[in-house]
């Protein structure tokens, strides 16, 4: 090699270099953007591919499936009462909600009704794992924006909630409590009591977040005007629970079709927001996780009483039919449509899971906001992965 | 079909304690099929009506939009809940992935099934039925509409452009069972890897797992490390 076949050789690549540079200056266009599927901000296993325009979202496209269980699957070959235990693992922040509307949908096929004493503990359990559910979404929420004291002090407060719920069930996160026809156990003594100091507890919580996050001038900031659902286009997403509520919609299952609980006994209040934004999403489930906590005051103070289990068969057939019943969960409405054909097992069971529906909103939600806000918006959504990918 | 009414008949309805309601809901059912029939007429082929509880529709293919259509625009169902198939296919494994210990308390007579093809509610003529559930949340109105879907041909319209929400439903049914939606703007695969070949919510993919370990069934079979294996716990000990 001479030398001047080297200075050939450095002009040719310096050129090469230069178009190299051009290119990535042209593609630099669409920059794609992976978050997750580790990612502090997702919950889970949410995998978000981001194309970016310079900070703007051009489209995001959530990767699901990281943590698809194949419930759907599962549940054809577990007999009814082994079904519980897969399902309390969808939405494992407020796992008793999980089993309730699948129960409700085996009774209703068996045309068995739970015992008011037995109904009335699933509607105290029912809320209280939206408490504990909703409650994590409070402090999490904070720490969207950067705020860490909020986090804190929400798994601080939940630590009670879960006491009580362990107390009564034996589980803290899956309870496996609820059985067709009634429930496993009555109550522990002593824990009605103790379940009141703790209700007050939770409003004093709420007041807390309240002067914390709320009024916050940063969080306001980061979270009025930010991912503005429309009512019209929530619908036909199929958006439920605070979600919906949040953009005006005035519905609650617990309200509106109550099946199987004893809501509608009671003296509570659905709240609405017209903002549609994820402040309003915060504000709604703020308000919601008081309203709960003053459910579950008025039936402690209510609790009839009697057996909390009907006479149901030891082993247990359904008969043949189709049954889908919907609650409202602290995620929003989930229901079971369950196909029996008379066996031991399910012939086939539908999960509709809240969070799938209030996800599927995101590639259409994310379109055009900042970088920042994409964590955010998700974050006010507010999703549990296992309810995704179920 | 031996469908039984509800059994919440107290909680039933708007109001707590009143019998008016469900008999209100319940004509405001049979007001919803006699508008469905008149706009779809002989496309609209099944139905099926549960006083003051539910009602189902079944739909020609050729309809399955211009039903969702009508349900959004025309009566005012926006609201959009879910979309998945069903297979109809008995067992192919008969009860065998089951667990034996089930069965036999539960009096199954054999591990064979009987092979024969019975849709549930509201008929059916295919092995694969695709169903959707829309809500009409002003009145409190709820319809599942069910779709027959031909073997030899396993697509459907895509209800996308009218329900948006239905966009990944129908990416997961096309997964779980292969069948195509046609129009839709992204069909791919949601959960399972895009290398992935079955589709495993059909009734004759087999669940290798259960066939690799049989399930232990409702008695705890493996004994405590202090107990006797003493056969005592075979009957007795179900968790009911």
């Not at chain 1, 042209?26 to 591919?49: D, K, Y």
């Not at chain 1, 958006?239 to 005006?248: F, V």
């Not at chain 1, 079709?257 to 209040?269: A, Q, S």
């Not at chain 1, 019943?325 to 999960?351: A, C, H, Q, W």
Request: proline letters at 6%; aromatic letters at 8%; hydrophobic letters at 40%.
């Amino acid at each position: 090699m001479t030398a001047i076949s080297d200075r050939e050789q450095l002009a040719y690549l310096a050129a090469q270099a230069a178009d190299a540079r051009v290119n990535v200056e042209l593609e630099s266009e669409g920059m794609t953007l992976n978050i997750g599927p580790q990612h502090p901000a997702t919950h889970g296993t949410l995998r978000i591919v981001a194309k970016l325009d310079g900070e703007q979202v051009l489209s995001a496209d959530p990767v699901m499936g990281y943590m698809h269980r194949g419930y759907e699957k599962l549940a054809e070959v577990r007999t009814y009462p082994q079904v519980t235990t897969l399902i309390n693992r969808i939405d494992w922040v407020g796992s008793f909600a999980n089993e309730v509307p699948f129960i409700l949908a085996a009774e209703k096929l068996m045309d068995v009704e739970a015992p008011p004493r037995a109904q009335w503990i699933r509607t105290i359990l029912f809320e209280m794992s939206r408490i504990a559910n909703i409650t994590l979404f409070l402090g999490d929420m904070g720490l969207q924006v950067g705020a860490v004291t909020p986090a804190f002090f929400a798994f601080r407060d939940r630590e009670h909630v879960l006491n009580q719920i362990e107390a009564a069930t034996g589980g803290r996160f899956h309870p496996n409590f609820d059985r067709i026809g009634g429930l496993k156990d009555d109550l522990p003594a002593g824990w009605i009591t103790e379940t009141r100091r703790v209700m007050k507890k939770m409003r004093s919580f709420c007041d807390e977040m309240e002067q914390l996050v709320q009024g916050n001038e940063i969080f306001e900031a980061r979270t009025r005007g930010i991912g503005v659902i429309p009512a019209d286009v929530g619908l036909s997403y199929g958006l439920s629970g605070a979600n919906i509520r949040a953009s005006g919609v005035d519905w609650d299952v617990r309200r509106d079709n109550p099946c199987g609980m004893v809501h509608n006994e009671l003296d509570w209040k659905v709240w609405t927001h017209p903002d549609g934004d994820s402040f309003a999403r915060f504000w709604v489930r703020l308000q919601e996780v008081r309203e709960s906590t003053k459910m579950v005051d008025q039936m402690l103070d209510g609790l009839p009483s009697g057996p909390i289990m009907a006479k149901v068969p030891r082993i247990i057939k359904v008969p043949a039919g189709e049954a889908y019943v919907e609650t409202e969960n602290p995620l929003g409405v989930m229901g079971y449509y369950v196909v029996s054909k008379g066996d031991l097992t399910p012939f086939r069971v539908k999960i509709r899971s809240a969070s799938f529906n209030n996800i599927s909103i995101a590639p259409w939600l994310l379109k055009g906001v900042y970088v920042p806000d994409i964590v955010t918006i998700l974050g006010s959504l507010y999703f549990i992965l296992g309810d995704i990918d179920r | 079909m031996s469908r039984l009414s509800s059994t919440d008949t107290p909680t039933e309805g708007e109001v707590p304690n009143a019998e008016e309601p469900a008999a209100a809901t319940d004509e405001a059912r049979a007001g919803l099929l006699e508008a469905l029939t008149g706009e779809l007429g002989e496309a609209l082929v099944g139905s099926h009506l549960d006083p003051g509880d539910d009602l189902w529709v079944r739909v020609e293919r050729g309809a399955w939009v211009h039903t969702g259509e009508f349900l959004k625009t025309g009566l005012g169902f926006q609201y959009f809940s879910f979309l998945s198939a069903i297979d109809w296919l008995p067992s192919p494994f008969g009860r065998d992935m089951d667990a034996q210990v089930d069965l036999r308390l539960g009096h199954a007579e054999s591990s064979e099934i009987d092979q024969t093809i019975e849709q549930g509610v509201a008929g059916g003529d295919t092995r694969f039925q695709v169903f959707a559930r829309v809500n009409d949340i002003v009145n409190g109105l709820a319809v599942t509409l069910k779709c027959d879907v031909p073997d030899d041909d396993l697509s459907i319209d895509s209800w996308v452009p009218v329900y948006a929400g239905a966009n990944w439903h129908e990416r997961e049914c096309r997964e779980m069972y292969g069948i195509d939606f046609v129009g839709h703007p992204g069909l791919r695969n949601i959960y399972l890897p895009a290398e992935f070949e079955g589709n495993p919510l059909r009734k004759d993919y087999p669940l290798l797992a259960r066939r690799m370990k049989p399930w232990p069934g409702i008695v705890d079979v493996e004994k405590m490390p202090g107990e006797d294996d003493a056969d005592e716990a075979t009957e007795e000990g179900s968790d009911s």
